[in-house]
């Protein structure tokens, strides 16, 4: 399975590049995992971390589902997909998890991402964050996204390196 990644526009207006950018660091995570068994895609960095591929693709469907679905489209009752008591650290234990649940989970949620953030009137749409008792605009969750795919594409580089020494993105 080869990823297909389009690089964002250099010219175009705040949406799209909005858009644009969270595709390509969506499409980022999942070329870093591609070509690897659910083994290599369970493999943790380094105790006591228990972070993994698996782990990271599990936590930004978990991330893509609070911020657009909970948040924004203001599915307040949505549980977690990995835990009705929304704790978010029950995804990154990835230890018996498969490459297609945890796929198919964040497939599920980019979907829903988009289908979210195009029937947006606007990036000034807010919806409420209640672990923050704030609203927050439709800009700061797809910008929250792009920081939060960004960094975590961080780690997705040093552990694919250390399961193959795959470099670079």
């Known amino acids: 399975m080869t990823t297909e990644r389009i690089g964002p526009p250099l010219v175009g207006g705040e949406r799209e590049m909005l858009r644009s950018f969270l595709d390509y660091h969506r499409a ?3 070329m870093k995992c591609d070509g690897l068994s659910d083994d290599e895609l369970r493999r943790q960095s380094m105790p006591p971390s228990t972070l993994s591929l698996l782990g990271l693709v599990r936590h930004m469907a978990e991330v893509e589902r609070t911020w657009f679905r909970i948040v924004i489209n203001g599915e307040s009752t949505l549980p977690l997909v990995w835990s009705e008591e929304m704790d978010y650290q029950v995804a990154y234990d990835a230890s018996s ?16 991402s988009r289908r979210i ?24 969750v797809m910008l929250h996204l792009l920081h939060d795919y960004a960094r975590h594409n961080g780690h997705a580089d040093f552990l694919r390196e250390g399961i193959d020494g795959t470099v670079g993105a």
């Open 28 to 30: 980022t995570l999942a």
């Open 97 to 112: 998890a498969t490459r297609s649940e945890a796929f198919a989970a964040w497939q599920t949620e980019v979907e829903h």
């Open 117 to 140: 953030e195009r029937a947006a009137e606007s990036l000034d749409v807010t919806g409420h964050n209640a672990r923050w008792g704030e609203d927050v605009s439709l800009r700061l």
